[in-house]
């Protein structure tokens, strides 16, 4: 039990890192496109 606990915390983990990677990604890339814009 406690490891199919741990695979489900590993689990959780990977899907926010993953989440706060792509959303950083996203975030930094419109703000390179308002800059684009505005220039």
Do not use: D, T
Not at 8 to 23: E, K, P
């Amino acid at each position: 039990m406690e490891g199919h606990l741990l695979n489900i915390y590993g689990a959780l983990f990977l899907a926010v890192s993953w989440g706060i990677v792509i959303w950083l990604n996203i975030f930094s890339f419109s703000k390179i496109l308002s800059k684009n814009n505005k220039s």
